[in-house]
């Protein structure tokens, strides 16, 4: 048994078993590895416990709203509008009511018994659980979108051109002050 690893491993381009297991697996860096994996690992059961996502599609949905929430406050002041109360807890409210889908979807899924019909079991809140999952991170890349089409950015990337077609322009809304000077 000893041979092939040796064999395997040096026909994966290492010198030997030593090397392959400071390349792969960092023994000296054991320690930090380890506490670096537990902190995660924990933030990730949490994370799933308590909001019933998985880690990787949390991360997901949090870059997509901070980046909507960046370029719509970037768009706004390229259109002349200065920051409003209105505008910035428009994104807050939205990312709430997501929050509150997926929770309670979550909830559903987990707590209510679902028993088989005709020997088979299909859990619809799982279903309406993944389902909220794939609806918000598609809105979220929507309202990206839009706000990408607000910045003009369209002109610079083929792919935006191309889904622009798709967005709905919304008329801008005059600020507070033009309406006060018309």
Do not use: C
Not at 82 to 106: P, V
Not at 144 to 167: D, M
Request: hydrophobic fraction near 45%; charged fraction near 15%; charge should be positive.
């Amino acid at each position: 048994m000893k041979t092939l690893m040796i064999k395997l491993v040096s026909a994966a381009g290492y010198r030997d078993t030593n090397h392959f297991i400071d390349s792969a697996f960092h023994p000296n860096l054991m320690g930090y590895g380890a506490g670096i994996s537990a902190f995660f690992a924990g933030l990730a059961y949490y994370f799933n416990a308590v909001f019933g996502i998985v880690l990787p599609v949390g991360l997901a949905i949090i870059a997509l709203f901070i980046l909507e929430f960046y370029t719509g406050l970037k768009a706004s002041k390229k259109e002349g509008r200065k920051f409003d109360s209105e505008l910035f807890g428009k994104g807050w409210f939205k990312l709430f009511i997501y929050m509150l889908m997926i929770g309670i979807s979550h909830a559903l899924a987990v707590n209510v018994p679902i028993k088989p019909i005709f020997g088979t079991t299909f859990n619809l809140y799982e279903w309406l659980h993944y389902a909220f999952y794939n609806y918000i991170i598609i809105n979220l890349f929507w309202s990206n979108l839009e706000n990408f089409k607000r910045l003009g950015w369209t002109e610079y990337l083929p792919v935006l051109k191309k889904l622009s077609k798709y967005i709905k322009d919304e008329p801008i809304k005059p600020n507070n002050q033009e309406q006060n000077k018309s």
